[in-house]
C-alpha cells in the first residue's frame, strides 16, 4: 500500500464517542459542539491564575482544530475535493489538536483530553499504520514543550497512556463500523442475488409455459390435421356415411383429448399429483395402442407424470408416422423405488396412400432429443434404439418422486 493510499480514510469521520451513537451527521456534530465546548470550559475553569501564553494558545489551537474536524464535512464536499484532500484534512487537524492537547497538558493535565479524542480520530479514519505516525504528535510534542517549560519528562507516561488508550479506542471503533458496513455489503448481495433468482425462476416458469402450451398445440394440431385429411380423402372418395362419422368422432376425441393435455399441464405446473396409467391407457386408445400396467399402481408428481405422459405421446407419433400399420405395444412398470415406460411397435408394414399423407402432416414435434432433455429433468434415463426383430424401442426409467422429491434406497424422500 502506498503512503498517499494510507491517508485516504474509509468515510468522512464519525462521532467519536457519545456522538458516534446517533447516526444523523448533523446529530452527531451538535454532540460534538458540546464535547467541545464541555472541553474548553473544563481546562479553562482549570487553568492557573497566571497561565502564561503558551497555554491559551495551545488551547485556542487545540480548539480550532477540534472545531475545523467537526465542519470537515461541509469544507471537503464540493466535487473537486478527492478522497486524498479529505484524508489530508483529517490527518492535520487530528496531527494539530493531538499536538495542542499534549503541549496543554504540560500545564494541565486537562489538556490530554485534546489528545485522546484526536487520537481517537485518526484511528476511526485511517488505518493503524496512518493512527500510530499521527497519535505519535503527541508525545513527541510533549516532550518539546516541557524540555522548554523545564518540567519534563512531567505527564510524558500519563500522555503516553491516553494516546494509547485512544488508539485502542478509536480502533474497535474502526472494526466494529467495517464489520458493520461489510454486513450490510453481504446483506445487500444477497438481497440481489435472491431478486436474481426470483428472476430466473419466474423466467423458467414462463419458458416452461411456453414448452407445455406449445406441445400441447403442436400434438393435439398435429393429429386433427392427420384426421382431416382422412374425412377428406374418405369424403372424396365417396366412403360411407358410417365411416365418415367414425373419423368424425375420432376428431372429437383429438380435442377433448387435447383439453386434457391442457389441464394436465396446468395440474403439472401447479406441483399436482396426478396417477399416469389413467391417462396413457386414453392416450393409448386413442392410438389404437395395447397397454399393460405391471406393479402396484401409485400417483407420481406431476412433473414426472407429464414428462412420462409426453415421452409416450411422442413415442406413439413416432410409431404411427414411420410404421404405420405396425403393432404398437405401451408397458408401465412400477417399481419399489422406480417406475419404467416401455413404448415398442413391429416392424412397419409397406406404407400406403393413406398413411404417406399422415407422414406428411403428423408429428408432435418434441423429437428424440426433445424426449431425452425431459427425462433428465426428472432424474430418469433414456434408452431408444432397434428391436431383434426389425421394429423399434422407446424406454424411460424414473426413480420415484413425490412433493417434488426423489425416493432415496431407504424408501424415505429427500
Known sequence: MSITSRFRPAADPPGIGLSGVFPDPRAQSAVML??????????????????????????????????????????????????????????????????????????????????????????????????????????????????AHGSFPGRLLATAVVALAGLVAGASRREIDQRARHSTLVATERRRAALATAEAELAGERNRLGRELHDVLAHTLGALSIQLTAVDTLARTGAPREKLLTQIELGHELVSTGLDEARQAVRALRGETAPPDTQLQRLCEVHQAEFEVDGVRRDLDADTTLTLYRLVQEA?????????????????????????????????????????????????????????????????????????????????????????????QDGSSG
Not at 497555554?55 to 464540493?78: D, E, M, Q
Not at 431425452?372 to 424414473?398: N, S
Request: charged content about 15%.
Open 34 to 147: 458540546v464535547g467541545l465546548g464541555v472541553s474548553i470550559w473544563v481546562n479553562v475553569a482549570a487553568l492557573p491564575a497566571d497561565p502564561g501564553v503558551v497555554a491559551p494558545v495551545a488551547l485556542a489551537v487545540a480548539a480550532v482544530a477540534w472545531l475545523v474536524l467537526i465542519a470537515g464535512p461541509l469544507l471537503t464536499a464540493g466535487p473537486l475535493m478527492t478522497a486524498r484532500t479529505r484524508g489530508a484534512h483529517v490527518a492535520t487537524g487530528t496531527a494539530v489538536m493531538c499536538a495542542a492537547g499534549a503541549v496543554l497538558a504540560v500545564t494541565d493535565a486537562n489538556g490530554l483530553i485534546f489528545t485522546g479524542v484526536a487520537v481517537s480520530m485518526a484511528a476511526v479514519a485511517f488505518d493503524p499504520v496512518v493512527a500510530l505516525v499521527l497519535s505519535a504528535t503527541g508525545p513527541v510534542a510533549y516532550c518539546l514543550a516541557a524540555v
Open 316 to 408: 406413439l407419433t413416432n410409431a404411427a408416422k414411420h410404421a404405420p400399420g405396425a403393432r404398437v405395444h405401451v408397458r408401465v412398470g412400477f417399481g419399489p423405488q422406480d417406475v419404467t415406460v416401455r413404448v415398442g411397435n413391429a416392424r412397419p408394414a409397406a406404407p400406403t396412400s393413406d398413411t404417406r399423407a399422415a407422414l406428411r402432416t403428423g408429428g408432435g414435434g418434441f423429437g428424440l432429443r426433445g424426449m431425452r432433455e425431459r427425462i433428465e429433468q426428472v432424474g430418469g434415463d433414456l434408452r431408444v434404439g432397434p428391436t431383434p426383430d426389425g421394429g423399434w424401442r422407446v424406454a424411460a426409467h424414473v426413480p420415484h418422486r413425490r412433493g417434488g422429491a426423489v425416493n432415496r
